[in-house]
């Protein structure tokens, strides 16, 4: 058994975390997700931490191996999702009687469509990751020797970027699913003005007119 289970990494703002069970094809297990847990609460305290990069030790996976079961599903929460051409997501629970977990019921059905996801759950299908891609579970399929190099290119792009930004983006994707087109208006209009007040957003604006790289600080 592997005795660490996730294996962390900081350089220029971006926190790796390697899921280390590549016997297992990175399943979840209790050690796996408390470690996880831990490093994501190191990563919150930290200011220098603008970016996690998720990864996975073995073959090809979100950005390194095969995902099984909440594995899978832990890459289905990343925001960005790029996967090695040799990949597969399984969802395999229903093999030994069990539901997907780790948020996997909620994910899958706002990723790929009610549908797809019931099929997907209830089948225990495993899909290649170009099919992945075709159902909009990944955003990107990338060649296996090129995974990594890609997956920290994107990493620091976003680490070196506005992160409020990013945050009241995702908040903003996130209510649209049960929000009103008015609540969703009213919700952007207030996000805008406080993103608008920003040391970030006088420093883009700044950094437009000089035609220069902005140097955002997320305040």
């Not at 996690?52 to 979100?62: A, P």
């Not at 970030?200 to 604006?205: A, Q, Y």
Request: with cysteine; proline share 3%; net charge neutral.
């Amino acid at each position: 058994m592997t005795e660490t289970p996730v294996l962390a990494a900081l350089a220029n703002g971006v926190l790796s975390l390697t899921l280390n069970r590549p016997e297992r094809l990175n399943a979840m297990n209790n050690l796996l997700i408390a470690a996880m847990n831990r490093e994501l609460e190191r990563a919150r305290a930290d200011d220098t931490v603008r970016a996690v990069l998720l990864t996975g030790t073995g073959r090809g996976f979100c950005a390194g191996a095969d995902l099984a079961g909440g594995g899978a599903n832990f890459a289905l929460a990343c925001d960005i999702v790029l996967a090695a051409r040799s990949a597969r997501f399984d969802q395999a629970f229903v093999r030994i009687s069990l539901m997907p977990d780790l948020g996997g019921t909620w994910f899958l059905p706002h990723l790929v469509g009610d549908a797809r996801a019931r099929a997907l759950a209830m089948l225990g299908t495993s899909l290649t990751a170009e099919q992945a891609e075709r159902m909009g579970m990944v955003w990107q399929v990338v060649d296996d020797a090129s995974l990594m190099a890609e997956a920290t290119k994107l990493a620091r792009r976003l680490a070196a970027g506005p992160t409020l930004s990013y945050a009241a983006i995702k908040q903003a994707i996130d209510k649209a699913a049960t929000n009103t087109l008015d609540q969703q208006l009213d919700l952007e209009r207030d996000s805008q003005r406080a993103l608008g007040q920003s040391a970030d957003c006088r420093e883009g604006v700044a950094a437009f007119l000089a035609k220069r790289p902005a140097q955002f600080t997320g305040r």
